[in-house]
Protein backbone atom coordinates (compact mmCIF):
# COMPACT_ATOMS: atom_id res chain seq x y z
CA UNK A 1 0.00 0.00 0.00
CA UNK A 2 1.55 3.12 -1.05
CA UNK A 3 2.05 5.55 1.84
CA UNK A 4 1.24 9.26 1.71
CA UNK A 5 2.43 12.31 3.56
CA UNK A 6 -0.11 15.59 3.75
CA UNK A 7 1.70 18.69 4.94
CA UNK A 8 -0.99 20.94 5.43
CA UNK A 9 -2.26 23.48 8.24
CA UNK A 10 -6.08 23.12 7.22
CA UNK A 11 -7.00 20.85 8.83
CA UNK A 12 -10.01 20.29 7.42
CA UNK A 13 -8.53 20.26 3.85
CA UNK A 14 -5.87 17.68 5.09
CA UNK A 15 -9.16 15.80 6.31
CA UNK A 16 -10.90 15.57 3.31
CA UNK A 17 -7.45 15.01 1.36
CA UNK A 18 -7.21 12.22 3.67
CA UNK A 19 -10.38 10.49 3.38
CA UNK A 20 -10.54 10.63 -0.60
CA UNK A 21 -7.44 9.22 -0.69
CA UNK A 22 -7.75 6.48 1.74
CA UNK A 23 -11.22 5.23 -0.07
CA UNK A 24 -8.72 4.89 -2.78
CA UNK A 25 -6.66 2.79 -1.05
CA UNK A 26 -3.57 4.58 0.20
CA UNK A 27 -2.41 4.78 3.71
CA UNK A 28 -2.33 8.78 4.79
CA UNK A 29 -0.39 10.27 7.49
CA UNK A 30 -1.09 14.70 8.09
CA UNK A 31 1.15 16.72 9.78
CA UNK A 32 0.28 20.48 10.09
CA UNK A 33 3.03 22.40 10.72
CA UNK A 34 5.97 22.72 8.32
CA UNK A 35 8.44 21.95 10.75
CA UNK A 36 7.06 18.37 11.90
CA UNK A 37 6.25 17.80 8.22
CA UNK A 38 9.86 18.28 7.36
CA UNK A 39 11.17 16.17 9.76
CA UNK A 40 8.90 13.32 8.68
CA UNK A 41 9.64 13.87 5.02
CA UNK A 42 12.94 13.58 5.36
CA UNK A 43 13.64 11.01 8.08
CA UNK A 44 10.23 8.21 7.03
CA UNK A 45 9.74 6.44 3.41
CA UNK A 46 6.76 7.78 1.90
CA UNK A 47 5.60 7.11 -1.85
CA UNK A 48 4.30 10.85 -2.08
CA UNK A 49 4.10 14.20 -0.29
CA UNK A 50 1.08 16.63 -0.80
CA UNK A 51 2.79 19.80 0.31
CA UNK A 52 1.10 22.97 1.07
CA UNK A 53 2.76 25.83 0.45
CA UNK A 54 1.77 28.52 3.20
CA UNK A 55 2.63 26.92 6.43
CA UNK A 56 3.77 27.78 9.72
CA UNK A 57 7.28 27.43 11.13
CA UNK A 58 9.43 26.25 8.13
CA UNK A 59 6.84 26.99 4.91
CA UNK A 60 6.31 24.46 1.66
CA UNK A 61 9.45 26.69 -0.30
CA UNK A 62 11.97 25.48 2.00
CA UNK A 63 10.31 21.98 2.35
CA UNK A 64 10.12 21.14 -1.02
CA UNK A 65 13.90 22.17 -1.73
CA UNK A 66 15.31 20.16 1.49
CA UNK A 67 13.22 17.18 0.16
CA UNK A 68 14.68 17.48 -3.28
CA UNK A 69 18.34 17.83 -1.67
CA UNK A 70 17.68 14.41 0.12
CA UNK A 71 15.40 12.27 -1.71
CA UNK A 72 13.68 11.78 -5.24
CA UNK A 73 9.72 11.21 -3.61
CA UNK A 74 7.22 12.60 -5.70
CA UNK A 75 5.84 15.82 -4.15
CA UNK A 76 2.66 17.82 -4.96
CA UNK A 77 2.51 21.51 -4.34
CA UNK A 78 -0.37 23.15 -3.33
CA UNK A 79 -1.50 26.62 -2.90
CA UNK A 80 -4.47 28.82 -2.47
CA UNK A 81 -2.89 31.20 -4.80
CA UNK A 82 -2.27 31.03 -8.16
CA UNK A 83 0.28 33.44 -8.20
CA UNK A 84 2.19 31.56 -5.50
CA UNK A 85 2.16 28.54 -7.54
CA UNK A 86 3.31 30.31 -10.57
CA UNK A 87 6.17 31.74 -8.19
CA UNK A 88 7.02 28.09 -7.50
CA UNK A 89 7.04 26.85 -10.49
CA UNK A 90 9.63 29.79 -11.92
CA UNK A 91 11.98 28.98 -8.90
CA UNK A 92 12.13 25.48 -10.11
CA UNK A 93 12.08 23.70 -6.76
CA UNK A 94 11.64 20.29 -8.11
CA UNK A 95 7.96 19.30 -7.27
CA UNK A 96 6.84 16.97 -9.86
CA UNK A 97 3.42 18.73 -9.81
CA UNK A 98 1.05 21.66 -8.84
CA UNK A 99 -2.24 22.35 -7.43
CA UNK A 100 -4.20 25.34 -6.84
CA UNK A 101 -6.97 25.16 -3.88
CA UNK A 102 -9.90 24.63 -4.09
CA UNK A 103 -9.37 21.37 -5.79
CA UNK A 104 -11.51 18.62 -6.43
CA UNK A 105 -10.66 15.53 -4.14
CA UNK A 106 -11.04 13.59 -7.08
CA UNK A 107 -8.52 15.35 -8.95
CA UNK A 108 -5.94 15.12 -6.38
CA UNK A 109 -6.44 11.09 -6.46
CA UNK A 110 -5.82 11.11 -10.06
CA UNK A 111 -2.70 13.41 -10.00
CA UNK A 112 -1.66 11.16 -6.73
CA UNK A 113 -1.90 7.89 -8.79
CA UNK A 114 -0.30 9.12 -12.07
CA UNK A 115 2.80 10.26 -10.34
CA UNK A 116 2.49 7.12 -8.56
CA UNK A 117 2.95 5.02 -11.81
CA UNK A 118 5.35 7.50 -13.34
CA UNK A 119 8.07 6.94 -10.10
CA UNK A 120 7.32 3.33 -10.17
CA UNK A 121 8.66 3.15 -13.56
CA UNK A 122 11.32 5.33 -12.99
CA UNK A 123 12.36 3.12 -10.07
CA UNK A 124 11.74 -0.22 -11.59
CA UNK A 125 14.15 1.16 -14.79
CA UNK A 126 16.79 1.40 -12.31
CA UNK A 127 16.76 -1.81 -10.82
CA UNK A 128 19.50 -4.49 -11.64
CA UNK A 129 18.45 -7.99 -13.02
CA UNK A 130 20.35 -10.41 -11.21
CA UNK A 131 22.83 -11.88 -12.41
CA UNK A 132 22.20 -15.37 -13.95
CA UNK A 133 23.46 -18.27 -15.72
CA UNK A 134 20.65 -20.48 -17.37
CA UNK A 135 22.01 -23.15 -19.72
CA UNK A 136 19.77 -26.52 -20.62
CA UNK A 137 17.01 -25.97 -17.47
CA UNK A 138 19.91 -25.33 -15.41
CA UNK A 139 19.59 -21.86 -14.06
CA UNK A 140 22.12 -20.29 -11.67
CA UNK A 141 21.22 -16.89 -10.23
CA UNK A 142 24.60 -15.76 -8.85
CA UNK A 143 23.02 -12.56 -7.20
CA UNK A 144 20.36 -14.36 -5.19
CA UNK A 145 22.28 -17.57 -4.82
CA UNK A 146 20.48 -19.83 -5.64
CA UNK A 147 19.81 -23.05 -8.50
CA UNK A 148 16.77 -24.07 -10.15
CA UNK A 149 16.82 -27.21 -12.38
CA UNK A 150 13.50 -26.92 -14.84
CA UNK A 151 11.83 -24.56 -12.64
CA UNK A 152 12.71 -26.79 -9.13
CA UNK A 153 14.87 -25.28 -6.90
CA UNK A 154 17.57 -27.40 -5.63
CA UNK A 155 19.50 -26.43 -2.69
CA UNK A 156 23.33 -25.98 -2.23
CA UNK A 157 25.79 -25.43 -0.18
CA UNK A 158 28.21 -22.11 -0.26
CA UNK A 159 30.71 -24.27 -1.18
CA UNK A 160 28.63 -26.48 -3.96
CA UNK A 161 27.43 -23.13 -5.19
CA UNK A 162 30.97 -21.72 -5.46
CA UNK A 163 32.22 -24.82 -7.27
CA UNK A 164 29.22 -25.11 -9.65
CA UNK A 165 29.26 -21.06 -10.73
CA UNK A 166 32.91 -21.37 -11.07
CA UNK A 167 32.80 -24.41 -13.38
CA UNK A 168 29.55 -23.02 -15.17
CA UNK A 169 31.13 -19.31 -15.55
CA UNK A 170 33.83 -20.76 -17.52
CA UNK A 171 32.57 -23.04 -19.95
CA UNK A 172 34.58 -25.51 -22.31
CA UNK A 173 37.47 -25.25 -19.96
CA UNK A 174 39.38 -28.25 -18.33
CA UNK A 175 40.19 -27.31 -14.47
CA UNK A 176 42.33 -29.85 -12.52
CA UNK A 177 40.88 -30.56 -9.03
CA UNK A 178 44.04 -29.04 -7.93
CA UNK A 179 43.14 -25.62 -9.62
CA UNK A 180 39.49 -26.02 -8.69
CA UNK A 181 40.55 -26.56 -4.86
CA UNK A 182 43.03 -23.61 -4.88
CA UNK A 183 40.12 -21.14 -6.44
CA UNK A 184 37.13 -22.33 -4.67
CA UNK A 185 38.85 -23.65 -1.44
CA UNK A 186 41.21 -20.66 0.51
CA UNK A 187 44.82 -21.67 1.02
CA UNK A 188 44.09 -22.65 5.06
CA UNK A 189 41.30 -24.76 4.40
CA UNK A 190 41.73 -28.20 5.66
CA UNK A 191 40.81 -31.03 3.13
CA UNK A 192 42.63 -31.76 -0.43
CA UNK A 193 41.78 -32.34 -3.45
CA UNK A 194 39.13 -35.08 -2.91
CA UNK A 195 37.38 -32.82 -1.16
CA UNK A 196 36.62 -31.53 -5.23
CA UNK A 197 35.65 -34.97 -5.86
CA UNK A 198 33.41 -35.28 -3.32
CA UNK A 199 31.76 -32.24 -4.04
CA UNK A 200 31.68 -32.63 -7.77
CA UNK A 201 29.66 -35.94 -6.60
CA UNK A 202 27.29 -33.86 -4.58
CA UNK A 203 26.09 -31.46 -7.50
CA UNK A 204 25.63 -33.97 -10.39
CA UNK A 205 23.32 -35.88 -7.42
CA UNK A 206 21.50 -32.60 -8.04
CA UNK A 207 21.46 -31.30 -11.11
CA UNK A 208 22.45 -34.77 -13.44
CA UNK A 209 19.82 -37.24 -14.63
CA UNK A 210 21.99 -40.03 -15.35
CA UNK A 211 25.04 -39.65 -13.69
CA UNK A 212 26.92 -42.16 -15.96
CA UNK A 213 26.47 -39.49 -18.90
CA UNK A 214 26.64 -35.58 -17.36
CA UNK A 215 24.63 -33.02 -19.36
CA UNK A 216 26.92 -29.83 -17.46
CA UNK A 217 29.69 -31.29 -15.52
CA UNK A 218 32.16 -33.85 -17.49
CA UNK A 219 34.81 -35.72 -16.15
CA UNK A 220 37.94 -35.62 -18.14
CA UNK A 221 39.78 -38.71 -17.52
CA UNK A 222 42.96 -38.29 -15.70
CA UNK A 223 42.49 -34.40 -16.32
CA UNK A 224 39.34 -32.97 -14.06
CA UNK A 225 36.33 -31.60 -14.73
CA UNK A 226 34.56 -29.64 -17.37
CA UNK A 227 31.13 -27.58 -17.98
CA UNK A 228 29.90 -28.57 -20.94
CA UNK A 229 27.95 -25.47 -22.86
CA1 LIG B 1 -1.65 26.84 4.32
Redesign the pocket.
Known amino acids: MSKILII???ESIADLERDYLEISGFSVEIENSGDTGLKRALEEEFDLIIL????PKVDGFEICKRIRENKNTPVIMVS?KKDDIDKVRGLGLGADDYMTKPFSPSELVARVKAHLARYERLIGSNVTDNEIIEIRGLKIDKTARRVYLNGEEKIFTTKEFDLLCFLAQNPNHVYTKEELFQNIWDMNSIGDIATVTVHIKKIREKIEMNNAKPQYIETIWGVGYRFKM
Open positions: EDEDLMLA
